[in-house]
Nanobody, 124 residues
């Protein structure tokens, strides 16, 4: 499965963006999908994840209530709706796919398909 992230850009604090992750050469159906991000000088960190059937979602505490992950298996796309953005959300955002179990859903090593990343820059 090839993943292509898009939708990043420049936004002012308090604004919103929607990221998309489109899959090709395979289907995301049956895979858990997630978003991670990496800020300059920092390690890649978990943002949000969603189960294969879309029934269960997981969020990092730092984005809970502001970000929403969703998926459209028919279109082979995963979304990350981001609202109330702040400068700490500035990072390269990566989508990922795998078959994590509940205890590993927030861990990078649980995912084996990765997109190339899309940059989100939030200004104050």
């Amino acid at each position: 499965v090839q993943l292509q992230a898009s939708g990043g850009g420049f936004v002012q604090a308090g604004g919103s963006l929607r990221l998309s992750c489109a899959a090709s050469e395979g289907t995301i159906g049956g895979y858990g999908m997630a978003w991670f991000r990496q800020a300059p000088g920092k390690e890649r960190e978990f943002v949000a994840a969603i189960r294969g059937n879309g029934g269960t979602t997981y969020y990092a505490d730092s984005v809970k209530g502001r970000f929403t992950i969703s998926r459209d298996n028919a279109k082979n796309i995963v979304y990350l709706q981001m609202s109330s953005l702040n400068v700490e959300d500035t990072a390269v955002y990566y989508c990922a796919g795998g078959r994590p179990i509940t205890s590993t859903v927030r861990r990078r090593e649980a995912y084996y398909y990765w997109g190339q990343g899309t940059l989100v820059t939030v200004s104050s």
